[in-house]
C-alpha cells in the first residue's frame, strides 16, 4: 500500500501501521471503538483538518516503510493465540498498574486537589474506568475467551451466535470505558500536567498516559480483529 485515503479505516490503517495509533490518539481520532467508520465519516463529523491528517499520517508511513519492521499480522493467528497475547499481556498489565495507579491518583487529589479541582472529577472517572474495566476483564476470562476457543475447535454455528450475543455487550463495555479515558484526556490537556505539578503529578499523567495508550491497542485487537474475525 502506498497511501492511505478518505476510505480507509482508522482500525485497518492500524493493522498496516501500527504506529498510527499515535497520530491518531493525538488528533482524538478513535481507531478502536469507533475504527471501523471511513475516514471521511470522521472528518466529517469532527473539526479536523482532513488533507493535514492524511498528509502526516501518508508521510509518517513512507518514512515508516523505510525501515526495518517485524509487524505481527494478528489477523493471520489462530484465535486462541490472540486471546492468550490479550490475557498475558493487557489484560495482566492493568491488573497490576489499576490498583498501582489508582493509589496514585488518589495522593495528588489529597495534596493538589484544593488548587487543581480538575482532580476530583478525575479520581471518579478513574475509579469508574477501574471498576468497570476489572469486571469486564473478569467476564472475557471466565466466560466469552473460553467459548471462543471452543468454538475454534469445533465450529457449532449455535456456539458462534452466542458468542455474538454475548461479544455486543463486550463492545458496548468497551465504548463506555474508550469515553471514560476520552474524558480523562480532555480535563488534563492530554496528560500535560501544570507547570507546578510535583513529581507524583507528573507521574501519574505519565502513567494514565500509558495506561490509555495500552487499552485502546488491547480494545482495538478484540474489537477490530478477534471479534470481527469470528
Not at 92 to 113: C, M, S, W
Not at 153 to 179: C, F, R, W, Y
Amino acid at each position: 500500500m502506498s497511501q492511505f485515503t478518505i476510505e480507509h479505516t482508522p482500525a485497518d490503517i492500524v493493522k498496516i501501521f501500527p504506529k498510527a495509533s499515535d497520530l491518531f490518539k493525538e488528533s482524538r481520532i478513535d481507531f478502536c471503538c469507533g475504527g471501523a467508520r471511513p475516514l471521511s465519516d470522521v472528518f466529517n463529523e469532527g473539526n479536523f483538518d482532513g488533507d493535514a491528517v492524511l498528509n502526516e499520517l501518508n508521510v509518517a508511513f513512507e518514512n515508516w516503510q523505510k525501515e526495518d519492521h517485524q509487524v505481527t499480522d494478528w489477523e493471520a493467528i489462530p484465535h486462541t493465540e490472540l486471546i492468550d497475547h490479550i490475557v498475558h499481556t493487557h489484560h495482566a498489565y492493568l491488573n497490576d498498574e489499576l490498583p498501582a495507579l489508582g493509589q496514585f491518583v488518589t495522593k495528588i487529589l489529597r495534596v493538589h486537589g484544593t488548587n487543581h479541582p480538575h482532580l476530583k472529577e478525575l479520581h471518579h472517572l478513574y475509579n469508574d474506568f477501574k471498576v468497570e474495566m476489572e469486571e469486564h476483564m473478569i467476564k472475557e476470562e471466565t466466560e466469552v475467551f473460553p467459548l471462543i476457543k471452543e468454538y475454534e475447535k469445533n465450529q457449532d454455528p449455535k456456539l458462534l451466535t452466542h458468542i455474538k450475543e454475548v461479544n455486543g455487550d463486550l463492545e458496548e463495555e468497551h465504548a463506555s470505558s474508550g469515553d471514560i479515558l476520552k474524558r480523562m484526556r480532555e480535563i488534563t490537556n492530554g496528560f500535560v500536567p501544570p507547570a507546578d505539578a510535583c513529581n507524583s503529578y507528573r507521574i501519574t499523567y505519565a502513567r494514565l498516559a500509558d495506561m490509555e495508550t495500552n487499552t485502546f491497542q488491547h480494545v482495538h485487537l478484540e474489537n477490530n480483529i478477534l471479534f470481527k474475525n469470528l
